[in-house]
C-alpha cells in the first residue's frame, strides 16, 4: 500500500502537536520529523525537545525521523527510545563504513528501526549490501537541508535502481523519497517503486482532507 509521511519542517512550531493531530484524524499513519544539527547541513530544524512534545502530546502514529545530523551515535542515543524509525545520510559517516556496519548491528541488537537516506549526488548501489538490514531506504530528490525545492527528475532512475535490487533479492526494504513532492509529481514516483512519500511545502500550503485524499488517488 503506498503511503505519505508529512513532513512539518515549514510548520510554526507553536502548531506542532495541533497540526500533527489533525494529520491524524484525517487518516494520516506516518508522520516526518526532520532532525538537522546545524553541521551536517547548515540549518538546525527540530530538535529534541521537539519531538519528545509531539511524542507525548500526539495521537499514536508511526514515527518517522530523518537525521540530517554529523554525530550519528549521539542522535541514536537521543531517539532511540522514541520506537520510531531512526533514517540516517550514508553521507554522514564519511566513507566509515566501520560505524556505519556497528549501528546497524547495535539498532538490531536493540530492536530500533534503522533507515538510510542518499543524498542526489551519491550513487544508490553504494547502500545495496545494507539493504537487507535497513528497515527504510530514503532517495532524496532534493538536497537536504531545507524546504520548497524543486523534484530532482534524476530521482525516479534511482527508485527505480533500488526498487529492482529489493525486488531480485527477495527484501521488504521499505523505500521512501523526500523532497520537492508534489500533486503532479507524487503518482510518478509511486509507479516506479516509491512506497513511501514525503510531503512538505506542498501538503502545508494546501491543509485539507481533500489534499491528502487527492495525493493518494
Known amino acids: ?100 556496519n556497528s549501528l546497524i548491528k547495535r539498532a538490531k541488537k536493540e530492536k530500533v528501526k534503522l533507515g538510510l537516506a542518499v543524498n542526489p549526488d551519491t550513487n544508490v548501489e553504494e547502500i545495496f549490501p545494507y539493504l537487507k538490514d535497513l528497515n527504510l531506504v530514503l532517495v532524496m530528490s532534493v538536497y537536504p537541508g531545507k524546504g520548497g525545492q524543486t523534484f530532482l527528475e534524476e530521482s525516479y532512475k534511482r527508485v527505480k535502481q533500488l526498487k529492482e535490487y529489493i525486488n531480485d533479492n527477495d527484501l521488504k526494504t521499505i523505500i521512501q523519497i523526500d523532497g520537492g513532492v508534489k500533486d503532479f509529481n507524487i503518482k510518478k514516483c509511486f509507479e516506479f517503486g516509491v512506497d513511501l512519500a514525503v510531503v512538505g511545502s506542498y501538503l502545508v500550503n494546501n491543509f485539507s482532507h481533500d489534499t491528502i485524499k487527492k495525493l493518494l488517488i
Open 1 to 100: 500500500m503506498k503511503k505519505i509521511s508529512p513532513s512539518i519542517l515549514d510548520v510554526n512550531k507553536d502548531y506542532f502537536v495541533n497540526y500533527v493531530n489533525q494529520l491524524i484524524e484525517w487518516g494520516v499513519s506516518n508522520v516526518h520529523y526532520d532532525v538537522m544539527d546545524g553541521e551536517f547541513v547548515p540549518n538546525v530544524a527540530l530538535q529534541y525537545d521537539d519531538i519528545k512534545k509531539i511524542y507525548k502530546n500526539c495521537k499514536k502514529h508511526e514515527m518517522d525521523i530523518h537525521l540530517m545530523v554529523k554525530d550519528t551515535i549521539y542522535y541514536y542515543e537521543l531517539f532511540k527510545d522514541f520506537n520510531a524509525n531512526l533514517t540516517f545520510h550514508f553521507e554522514a559517516f564519511n566513507n566509515n563504513l566501520g560505524d556505519l
